[in-house]
C-alpha cells in the first residue's frame, strides 16, 4: 500500500503566517504541470511492481488553482506510470475558487475529497491573515462541494491566535459543525521564520496566544467535536467514522509515498528525498534532465525518533514489536519516563502498543521529546 502526493506551488496572494513552498507568479501554471507530468514519467520505477497506489493528494500551495483538465492530466500521468487502485483522491481547495461549477467539475474529474481551508469564519482573523476569502464564500464553498456530491470533505481550521478569545474559538467550533463536513482539521497557529507574522513579532507585535491560552483552546475543542461524534485520531485530525483521511495515515504509519512537484518530498521505506523549491529551476531542471531533488539517508536513530513522533501523535500509538525491531532496548530505556507518563494518566499500554490518551495529546511533542534516543 502506498500514496502519491502532487504539489502545486501557486497562491494568489501571501497568507501572513504559511512557509509553505508556493509562488504568486501564476503565469508558470501550465509549463508546472507539464514539468509534473514529466516527473511521474521519469520517477516510474520508484515502488516495486506489486505495490499499488491507494491514495493520491493534490496539496500547495493552492490546487484548486488547477483547471479541471489539468487535474485530469495529471491523474492521467498517474496512471500511466503507476498501479492505482485508487481509494481516496483528496485536492486542497480554498474557499475563493470553489464555486458550484468548480465543484461538479472537480468531482468530474476524479475528486473523491476536498479539503476546504477555512481557517476562521471571523473576517476580521481572516483579514489579519491575509486570506483571499471572506467569512460568506467560507460556508458557501462547503455548501457548494455537498451539493456537487462530494460526501467526504475536510475544513482547517487555526486556533491560538492572541485576537481569538476563547469564545470566538467555541463559535468557531459551532459554525464549523453546521456544515456538512465528516473531518476536521485543527492547526495552532505557529509562528514560521521569513512569514510577515515572524517579522512581526521581531517588531515587537504578539502573534500567538501563551501555551496556556492555547492549550485550553485545543482542550475545548477536543470536547466540542468528540460530543458531535468525531474521534480525534492524531493530534490535529478529528474524523467521523470511516473519514480518517487515508493518505494522511499512510504517513503517520510510515508507509512510502512519492512525492511529485517543486517542494515536495518522498519516502521509499528507508530514504527520502525533497525536491528543489523553486519553480524556475524545478522546471529547467526537469526539462534538461539535470538533478532536481536530493536524497537523504535516515540514521537508525532518525527513523526511531520520526516513528515515535509520528506514532504518539496518532490513537494507534507505536506498536511494541515495532519499537523492539528499531532498538532491542528502547522499551527499558525509557522505562522510568514510560511508567510516570502512565501514572499520570498521558499514556496508556497494552501487550502489543503503547499510545497517548488525550490529555497526553496536548503534549504530543514534548513527550515524544523526552521519549527520543
Ligand atoms: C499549506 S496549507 C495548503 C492549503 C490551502 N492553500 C489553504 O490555504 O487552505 C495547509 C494548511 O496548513 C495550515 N497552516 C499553514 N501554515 C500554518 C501555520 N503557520 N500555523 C498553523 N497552521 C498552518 C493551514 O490550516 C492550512 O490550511
Ligand atoms: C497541513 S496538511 C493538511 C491536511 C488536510 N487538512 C487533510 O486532512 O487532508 C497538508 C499540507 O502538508 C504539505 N504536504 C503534505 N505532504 C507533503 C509532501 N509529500 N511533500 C511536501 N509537502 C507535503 C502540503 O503543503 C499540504 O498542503
Ligand atoms: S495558507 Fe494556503 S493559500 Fe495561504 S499562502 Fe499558504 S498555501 Fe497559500
Not at 155 to 160: F, N
Not at 207 to 219: G, H, R, S, Y
Request: hydrophobic fraction near 40%.
Amino acid at each position: 500500500m502506498a500514496g502519491i502526493y502532487l504539489h502545486i506551488p501557486f497562491c494568489k496572494q501571501a497568507c501572513h503566517y504559511c512557509d509553505f513552498h508556493f509562488s504568486t507568479q501564476l503565469g508558470h501554471q501550465a509549463a508546472m504541470v507539464e514539468a509534473m507530468r514529466r516527473e511521474m514519467a521519469l520517477r516510474k520505477g520508484f515502488f516495486s511492481p506489486e505495490v499499488s497506489l491507494e491514495t493520491l493528494y493534490f496539496g500547495g500551495g493552492t490546487p484548486s488553482l488547477l483547471e479541471p483538465d489539468e487535474v485530469a492530466r495529471l491523474l492521467d500521468a498517474a496512471a500511466a506510470h503507476f498501479r492505482l487502485n485508487l481509494k481516496e483522491v483528496t485536492l486542497e481547495a480554498n474557499p475563493d475558487d470553489l464555486s458550484l461549477e468548480k465543484a461538479r467539475q472537480l468531482r468530474a474529474a476524479g475528486i473523491n475529497r476536498l479539503s476546504i481551508g477555512i481557517q476562521t469564519f471571523d473576517g476580521a482573523l481572516l483579514q489579519y491573515f491575509n486570506r483571499a476569502h471572506n467569512a460568506e464564500e467560507a460556508e458557501r464553498a462547503v455548501w457548494n462541494a455537498a451539493e456537487a456530491g462530494f460526501d467526504n470533505l475536510t475544513i482547517d481550521l487555526m486556533y491560538g491566535a492572541r485576537s481569538l478569545s476563547l469564545k470566538l474559538w467555541e463559535e468557531q467550533l459551532e459554525r464549523a459543525l453546521a456544515l456538512p463536513v465528516q473531518h476536521i482539521s485543527a492547526y495552532s497557529l505557529t509562528v514560521e521564520a521569513k512569514t510577515v507574522f515572524a517579522h512581526r513579532e521581531k517588531k515587537g507585535d504578539a502573534i500567538t496566544l501563551e501555551e496556556e491560552e492555547q492549550a485550553k483552546q485545543f482542550e475545548r475543542m477536543q470536547e466540542r467535536l468528540q460530543a458531535a461524534g468525531f474521534i480525534q485520531y492524531e493530534v490535529a485530525s478529528f474524523g467521523k467514522p470511516g473519514f480518517f483521511s487515508q493518505h494522511n495515515s499512510n504517513y503517520w504509519k510510515g508507509l512510502p509515498y512519492l512525492g511529485i512537484g517543486p517542494g515536495a518530498h518522498g519516502f521509499d521505506g528507508k530514504k527520502r528525498y525533497s525536491n528543489l523549491r523553486n519553480n524556475p529551476l524545478y522546471i529547467k531542471a526537469i526539462r534538461e534532465g539535470t538533478p532536481f531533488s536530493e536524497d537523504e539517508t535516515l540514521t537508525a536513530e532518525e527513523v526511531l525518533n520520526e516513528r515515535v513522533l509520528t506514532g504518539l501523535r496518532t490513537i494507534w500509538g507505536i506498536s511494541r514489536s515495532e519499537l523492539e525491531m528499531l532498538h532491542p532496548n528502547w522499551l527499558q530505556l525509557h522505562a522510568q519516563t514510560l511508567d510516570w507518563l502512565r501514572q499520570n494518566a498521558y499514556l496508556e499500554e497494552n501487550e502489543d502498543r503503547i499510545w497517548l490518551t488525550p490529555k497526553g495529546f496536548i503534549l504530543a511533542d514534548s513527550i515524544a521529546f523526552q521519549l527520543f534516543t
